[in-house]
């Protein structure tokens, strides 16, 4: 039995739930909706061979979970719904890696967050090229590069970059420090590329979107945004995207990418170990829910991924 667990309505649990069913395999989604949604029983007991959980009234042998987190920036839910989520996340990750043969995304990373100065630092010593960056709150010496050539984004990720000058503004020229820091960056002019890794299947995209846009998740309409999947990188680029997941050991993720037009170089920007794949998936055929699913149906950590 796959077991899905996520916000009752996000498509990412439901696309990979159908694409579970597609491959003959038993799928149950628990949707967290709220206290009691479902019934959930899990008995402790040191003669168990695999992980046994009672859903619903029934006994289900576990063989994979897949967890969908709750979004966050302007998708984050309420704080009543963060508290039931975290619990529910609590309860069954610590399951799934006290049953090392149940399948999990990301298993060998979950006491390894993935902060965004980590990984940019860690992508730069891995031979990577990336933006010209500082990590500050001084905006007196931030006011002397006021132009649209630098971006600011949140330590922390979840909101969308702006440019320099609009992120200033929001300050008195008074005000010389910010209550906290943030990235401040050279703005690269693309294109732009999101690569995603599930095991051994690799979907790279190009991303293109009105020049005037900071970031793409600005824009108002799907129309703005072009998700092309005839992409050229470098086999070499991606061969040190798949290095860069190993090195967190990560099985499933996304890398966001940008070039230079002037030189033409190739800058890495951020990875995501839980990206989102809704839209995107429909325009590759349903490729990254069929890799996930394949990932959680294989009968052994060891198994060659499709």
Known sequence: ????????DDPHVKLVENAVQKLGFDALTLPLTGTGSSAFDWSADSKATGLTLQLNGKPRQISAVFVRHPGSG??????NQQHYTATWRNCVVSLVMAYPDVRYLNRASVDRPLHKLLVLESASRLGWAIPRTRVTNDLKSLRGLADDNFIVKPVLGGLAAVALPDALNRFPREVQVTAVPAIVQERLRGPEYRVYCIGN???PLMIKCNPSLVDYREAQTKNEVLVETEVSL????????RQLGAHFGLDFFAVDLKTDKEKGVVHFLDLNEEPYFDEVDNVVD????????????????????T
Do not use: E, F, N
């Open 234 to 241: 470098p086999k070499k680029t991606l061969t040190k995207v």
């Open 74 to 79: 302007i998708d984050a839910p309420s704080r």
């Open 201 to 203: 299947t690799i979907v």
């Open 286 to 305: 349903g490729k990254i829910s069929k890799a996930i699913a394949g990932w959680l149906t294989q009968p052994h950590r060891g198994a060659k991924t």
């Open 1 to 8: 039995m796959i077991l899905l667990i996520g916000p009752h």
